[in-house]
């Protein structure tokens, strides 16, 4: 049984009208050689006919829709990348920035990925739009390795501490969560962290 979270939402107006959409979309894929491929899309479409500079798009067609797909080793290391802008509001100069995306190459999801991109395609260097879409893959990534390439559980002796403890608020090492499923890695809080 799934029970909702007490968070606050602030209620929707009873007579709101959708004006736009995006959706954005990840899948990671497994190949035979090892390594792993992410597909990253993000496609905006009006609920409107819109005036383009090429000419009118109906509501539902894409103002943006743009892929960007990497390729990673199991230590997070982008081993490839690139990028297709399929519809966009400037045709002709929306995708010609070269392929920036391939700057991507080298750098690791885990260790100071963010900042990176922005180095490397932020701004006039890259798209607006698939730099932010990037900015979604280490998560993605690390969602599809677990249980699979890192450890989740850390039960056996001398496993290491979970990947994804202390990462968020529920998986604090002092939190509650922890205490009931991870009880090896619990600590009181100020408490150290127990050896491996």
């Known amino acids: 049984m799934v029970r909702l979270s007490p968070m606050s939402l602030p209620p929707a107006a009873p007579t709101r009208l959708l004006k736009h959409r995006r959706s954005i979309e990840l899948q990671v894929y497994a ?3 090892g390594l792993w491929e992410v597909d990253a899309t ?3 479409t009006k609920a409107r006919d819109v005036d383009m500079v090429d000419g009118p798009r109906p509501a539902g067609t894409p103002v943006h829709d743009m892929l960007l797909r990497i390729v990673v080793d199991r230590n997070f290391d982008i081993v490839a990348a690139g990028s297709s802008t399929r519809w966009m509001p400037y045709t ?3 995708g010609e920035h070269g392929d920036a995306y391939g700057r991507l190459v080298g750098l690791n999801l885990l260790h100071n990925f963010r900042a990176e991109l922005r180095h ?3 701004g006039v260097l890259g798209c ?3 730099t932010e879409l990037a900015q979604s893959l280490p998560t993605a990534v690390v969602q599809a390795f677990a249980g699979e390439v890192i450890a989740t559980r850390g039960r056996a002796a001398g496993a290491p501490k979970p990947f994804q403890l202390d990462r968020c ?4 090492s002092e939190g509650e969560v ?6 090896r890695w619990h600590r009181a809080p100020g408490a150290a962290i127990p050896a491996g």
């Open 31 to 33: 190949r035979e050689d």
């Open 42 to 44: 993000l496609v905006d």
């Open 92 to 94: 002709g100069h929306c």
């Open 120 to 122: 490397r395609v932020g």
């Open 128 to 130: 607006t739009h698939l």
């Open 169 to 172: 608020h529920a998986l604090r």
């Open 178 to 183: 922890v205490r009931l499923h991870y009880p």
